[in-house]
């Protein structure tokens, strides 16, 4: 069975640091793309994140651009997302997704929540 | 970074047809398509569509994608209650070089 399954998030101060991990089964990890994406409460659906299969190609949306670093262990069959210099406006569900051309598989997220 | 627009809500009736629009531009939408998500409230979501408007196994024959232009559909015959969710779009954006989502429409099913 295709599984992602997310952990790492928590509440953190603003200006904190969180580390999220994506544990990955039921395909073969190294030949796709994985991505974060996150959703505020109430909110929609936000890209984040990607990095390809060897690891050597990284994107990040804009507002993360400086603060947060992809990265994985295909050993592991674990994506990674550091989160450095957090502030309110990242409090969101965390997903972990990949898929071909589109997202089509999704874990359950994991919650981040920045607050004093 | 600029979204798709989709919008905020959509309200059927049962049996009928609905169909849901995603506005981009000739980097996003109008390169290579754009996919569809549906979520149930405290789900996460589940692809309804990929960018080249193919339906995974397990997706209702009810529902069918298209694009024309910056523009791509979806559309939803025969509505159901289990139809009440919300619709998402996704592309990837050559020029920003990332993947943007729509807003989320609201599909309301009377």
């Known amino acids: 069975e295709v599984q992602l399954v997310e952990s790492g998030g928590g509440l953190v101060q603003p200006g904190g640091s969180l580390r999220l991990s994506c544990a990955a089964s039921?395909?073969?990890?190294?030949?796709?793309?994985m991505h974060w994406v996150r959703q505020a409460p109430g909110k929609g659906l936000v890209w984040v994140s990607g990095?390809?299969?060897?690891?050597?190609?990284?994107l990040y949306a804009d507002s993360v651009k400086g603060r947060f670093s992809i990265s994985r262990d295909n050993a592991k069959n674990t994506v990674f997302l550091q989160m450095n210099s957090l502030r309110g406006e990242d409090t969101a569900l965390y997903y972990c997704?990949?898929?071909?051309?589109?997202?089509?598989?999704w874990g359950q997220g994991t919650m981040v929540s920045v607050s004093s | 970074q600029a979204g798709l627009t989709q919008p905020p809500s959509v309200s059927k009736g049962l049996r009928q047809t609905a169909t849901l629009t995603c506005t981009g531009n000739?980097?996003?939408?109008?390169?290579?398509?754009a996919a569809w998500l549906q979520q149930y409230q405290g789900h996460p979501p589940i692809l309804l569509s990929d960018?080249?408007?193919n339906r995974p196994s397990g997706i209702s024959e009810r529902l069918s994608a298209s694009r024309s232009g910056n523009t791509a559909s979806l559309t939803i015959t025969g509505l159901q209650p289990e139809d009440e969710a919300d619709y998402y779009c996704?592309?990837?954006?050559?020029?920003?070089?990332?993947?943007?989502f729509g807003g989320g429409t609201k599909l309301t099913v009377l």
């Open positions: 960018r080249s408007n």
């Open positions: 039921g395909f073969t990890f190294s030949n796709f793309w």
């Open positions: 990095l390809n299969g060897d690891g050597s190609s990284t």
């Open positions: 996704s592309a990837w954006d050559r020029s920003l070089n990332a993947w943007v």
């Open positions: 997704v990949t898929g071909g051309n589109a997202f089509s598989i």
């Open positions: 000739n980097n996003n939408v109008g390169d290579q398509g």
